[in-house]
């Protein structure tokens, strides 16, 4: 197998890629060479900013350069000596319409110049395209990658089989299939170009998910022209591996400056927010001032910097168990990323599966965005159908959370366990875990956590849900709710009363707020001996 993953959180991996000139550590991003025109050598690519790999296109170095390449050894023609990728052509396909160059063709001179990893002649799916004819790029794909292997003759080479389907999700579900059944040892995502520069970050959730979810994930994932570093905590974490970008090229030349969140307009910048060399003893307006082809250089060499320090902040964050957080922060970078992030929520099965769910550290809960997480989906599956109450116990008291945790350390807590015997199970309500028995409180993760005060109403109603969930599976006698309406409004206790109406079990609740510590005690003593003797 040429790639082998050593770590893992959320979808994301950390891998090693084994190519013919070496082995290369996923997450990784290829640098998009031009060889008509490169503002950053390709040795130096390597040397000054630690790209192990590269990606220039094939159909380019035949049409201007055609033997020249293969005759010289491609590495040797580019001055790069680690892993270098081809692309087949498929980009000019989406942009022109069409190629002058067969898929033959474009596999044997792929072959002849000795590329790493190199791309068969997929057709592209056009954001805008009727399913009519994103059904016909996907057919016409399969149809060459199963030729493909008919002519192909080295085996070194580690080949790409694009997906395909564009926005149609049921067409890039039957492409991965499909796809992932032939003998490729990468896939890639085709053309969500168009779908980045409109900022619907959301569709590529459903388009990476899909490709994901029906690829095998032994395999590394591709994104084809997902280039900027504001989306690639977003990517990563749903399990992309390889990413190519020219848009460090293509900005620099537009007087761009990307950061990881977003990007600026070099003329209206009065400050730098990076420390890479290019910018640590600069000031913009001076930048400005420099010839053309000079500012160019500049803005490429910093965009590179910037995108590579967001990689290693992503490679940190998946060694810390701590990508999700990572991915919030760069979530709120754009409404159009948090968005994106929102949607998550619609795949928390699959997060969690494929997820570790035990980390080196706590977690940090900032608002319902954070409901998605496999931690969260994680405990709530195994609360439901593994857990079972103290056989003895009749009646479940739900106490609020405390500040404190573990909960049953906490102050508050204590007065209150003076009131309860072996027939009263004690249950926290807690953000964002839902129900946490009084035995489980020490549990990694439900001590381990920090949570954001005041809860929003979406988690105040998830916890709610989880509440009911669990009156529902569970079979108490009857349900005491101490009800914190300060903190939790109505929803839990209406949610209890429903489901306690519904099971047919009584339901009481004392108003922590409203009671004095002393009244509480004695009205919770009361209700509790009331019911113990009934
Ligand atoms: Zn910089």
């Known amino acids: 197998m040429s790639f082998e993953v050593k770590e893992k959180d959320l979808l994301a991996r950390i891998g090693k890629l084994k190519t013919k000139s070496g082995t290369v550590e996923t997450p990784l991003l290829f640098p998009v060479i031009n060889p008509n025109i490169q503002p950053v050598p390709p040795c130096r690519l390597k040397e000054d900013f630690g790209f192990e790999?590269?990606?220039?296109?094939?159909?380019?170095?035949?049409?201007?350069?055609?033997?020249?390449?293969?005759?010289?050894?491609?590495?040797?023609?580019?001055?790069?000596?680690?892993?270098?990728?081809?692309?087949?052509?498929?980009?000019?396909?989406?942009v022109y319409g069409n190629v002058d160059v067969t898929q033959a063709e474009i596999v044997a001179y792929q072959e002849s110049i000795g590329s790493d990893i190199a791309t068969i002649l997929d057709i592209p799916t056009s954001w805008k395209v009727t399913k009519e004819i994103a059904t016909k790029t996907v057919t016409e794909t399969l149809r060459r990658a199963k030729t493909f292997f008919q002519t192909k003759t080295r085996d070194d080479i580690l080949?790409?089989?694009?997906?395909?389907?564009?926005?149609?999700?049921?067409?890039?579900?039957?492409?991965?299939?499909?796809?992932?059944?032939?003998?490729f040892q990468i896939h890639a995502l085709g053309s969500p170009t168009e779908v980045m520069e409109s900022y619907r970050f959301d569709v590529l959730v459903d388009m990476i998910m899909t490709a994901k979810m029906n690829l095998p994930l032994?395999?590394?994932?591709?994104?084809?022209g997902a280039g900027h570093p504001m989306m690639f905590a977003?990517?990563?974490?749903?399990?992309?591996?390889?990413?190519?970008?020219?848009?460090?090229?293509?900005?620099?030349?537009?007087?761009?400056?990307?950061?990881?969140?977003?990007?600026?307009?070099?003329?209206?910048?009065?400050?730098?927010?990076?420390?890479c060399p290019k910018c640590a003893n600069q000031i913009p307006q001076d930048v400005m001032a420099k010839a053309p082809k000079e500012r160019e250089t500049f803005?490429?060499?910093?965009?590179?910097?910037?995108?590579?320090?967001?990689?290693?902040?992503?490679?940190q964050a998946i060694r810390d168990g701590r990508l999700w957080e990572h991915l919030e922060m760069r979530a709120h970078a754009h409404p159009a990323l948090l968005t994106a992030t929102k949607k998550l929520n619609a795949?928390?099965?699959?997060?969690?599966?494929?997820?570790?769910?035990?980390?080196?550290?706590?977690?940090?809960?900032?608002?319902?965005?954070?409901?998605?997480?496999?931690?969260?989906?994680?405990?709530?599956?195994?609360?439901?159908?593994?857990?079972?109450?103290?056989?003895?116990?009749?009646?479940?008291?739900?106490?609020?959370?405390?500040?404190?945790?573990?909960?049953?350390?906490?102050?508050?807590?204590?007065?209150?366990?003076?009131a309860v015997d072996a027939n009263v199970h004690v249950c926290f309500y807690a953000a964002p875990f839902g129900v946490t028995p009084l035995e489980l409180d020490e549990v990694y993760p439900l001590s381990q956590h920090e949570v954001t005060l005041p809860l929003d109403k979406e988690t105040i109603d998830y916890v709610a849900a989880q509440v009911a969930d669990y009156i529902q599976c569970t079979r108490y006698a009857?349900?005491?709710?101490?009800?914190?309406?300060?903190?939790?409004?109505?929803?839990?206790?209406?949610?209890?009363?429903?489901?306690?109406?519904?099971?047919g079990i009584?339901?009481?609740?004392?108003?922590?707020?409203?009671?004095?510590?002393?009244?509480?005690?004695?009205?919770?003593?009361?209700?509790?001996?009331?019911?113990l003797s009934g």
């Open 299 to 315: 803005l490429a060499e910093h965009n590179l910097h910037v995108c590579k320090a967001e990689l290693n902040c992503i490679k």
């Open 218 to 224: 032994e395999r590394p994932l591709h994104l084809f």
């Open 234 to 275: 977003l990517a990563v974490a749903l399990g992309c591996d390889l990413f190519d970008s020219a848009a460090y090229a293509l900005y620099a030349r537009e007087n761009r400056y990307m950061t990881e969140n977003g990007t600026w307009h070099l003329s209206e910048m009065d400050y730098f927010p990076c420390q």
């Open 347 to 418: 795949y928390r099965d699959p997060l969690e599966k494929h997820s570790p769910t035990t980390k080196r550290s706590g977690l940090f809960f900032f608002s319902s965005v954070g409901l998605a997480r496999p931690e969260v989906t994680h405990y709530r599956n195994r609360l439901l159908t593994r857990y079972c109450p103290p056989a003895d116990a009749k009646i479940l008291l739900l106490v609020p959370q405390t500040r404190t945790k573990p909960f049953h350390k906490a102050q508050e807590f204590k007065k209150i366990s003076k």
């Open 478 to 503: 009857s349900v005491v709710l101490l009800h914190d309406s300060q903190l939790w409004g109505s929803s839990v206790k209406k949610a209890c009363s429903k489901a306690c109406q519904k099971k």
């Open 506 to 531: 009584s339901f009481e609740h004392v108003d922590v707020k409203a009671e004095g510590t002393k009244n509480i005690l004695t009205r919770l003593e009361m209700i509790l001996k009331k019911k």
């Open 159 to 183: 080949w790409v089989g694009p997906v395909q389907g564009g926005r149609h999700l049921d067409l890039v579900a039957k492409s991965a299939v499909a796809m992932g059944k032939l003998p």
């Open 53 to 94: 790999a590269i990606i220039t296109n094939a159909y380019i170095l035949k049409k201007r350069f055609q033997t020249t390449p293969a005759e010289q050894g491609l590495h040797k023609f580019l001055g790069f000596d680690g892993a270098v990728m081809t692309d087949s052509g498929a980009y000019q396909i989406l």
